[in-house]
């Protein structure tokens, strides 16, 4: 069964600190797999990593995937509290555009 | 353009009433998905359409669910009758081929 697997569930740290966020996939025929930002909303798109795109950054946050190791990770760095929200990755099989999602990871930055 | 627009944005609805939550996708968008999102099980997928054509239901829990996409700027779902294991927080997200999906703003179903 296919399945996406992200870890740690929460995390809380302060102001200024550097954190990763893992996901783990299982997929038959991988497509892409995308990292979601949610505050108290709708999740919005932060990156999408594919084969031929592994590394993705935008500012203060960055991406890598790794094919072999079937996962990802989400760093971001310099925290700041704008950033406490959860933290959603899906990945996309090759054969159809339904995304398997992970639970997410909640992220909470204290001042 | 103003985003995907769901409607309504919160709804209460006793136990064996119909419920339709409604949403109108992005201009151009020929994907369009329903997403129910709880806290134990995060967020669904319950079905997608590809212009206008239902591609994948697998993932609707139950014949009380349907969903339907008249035209290429609106679609429904409905739950009919309802129950209070529908409450959720329902999504429809569209996009334009492959990757990045745009999210509405969700509609908060309490079924009581």
């Known amino acids: 069964e296919d399945k996406v697997v992200q870890s740690p569930l929460s995390l809380v740290v302060h102001e200024g600190d550097t954190v990763t966020l893992n996901c783990s996939y299982e997929?038959?025929?991988?497509?892409?797999l995308l990292w979601y930002k949610q505050e108290k909303k709708a999740p919005t798109f932060l990156f999408m990593l594919?084969?031929s795109g592994i590394e993705k950054k935008s500012g203060r946050l960055s991406s890598i995937l790794d094919k072999k190791e079937l996962s990802s990770i989400l760093n971001i760095t310099a925290t700041q509290t704008g950033d406490s929200a959860i933290y959603l990755c899906?990945?996309?099989?090759?054969?159809?555009?339904?995304?398997?999602w992970g639970l997410g990871t909640s992220l909470a930055v204290n001042p | 353009d103003a985003g995907v627009i769901q409607s309504p944005r919160h709804e209460v609805t006793e136990m064996g009433q119909e419920v339709t939550l409604r949403c109108k996708p992005i201009?151009?968008?020929?994907?369009l998905f329903w997403y129910r999102q709880t806290m134990m099980r995060g967020l669904e997928l319950l079905i997608y359409?590809?212009?206008?054509?239902?591609?994948?239901d697998s993932g609707m829990p139950e014949d009380r669910f349907s969903a339907k996409m008249p035209n290429a700027s609106f679609s429904t779902l409905k739950i009919q009758p309802s129950e209070p294991r529908d409450s959720a927080v329902y999504f429809c997200a569209s996009s334009l081929g492959p990757g990045e999906a745009f999210f509405g703003q969700g509609t908060r179903l309490t079924v009581v």
């Open positions: 359409f590809n212009n206008n054509v239902p591609i994948d």
């Open positions: 997929v038959t025929n991988f497509r892409s």
């Open positions: 594919t084969s």
């Open positions: 899906a990945v996309e099989p090759g054969n159809n555009r339904k995304l398997i």
């Open positions: 201009s151009g968008h020929d994907y």
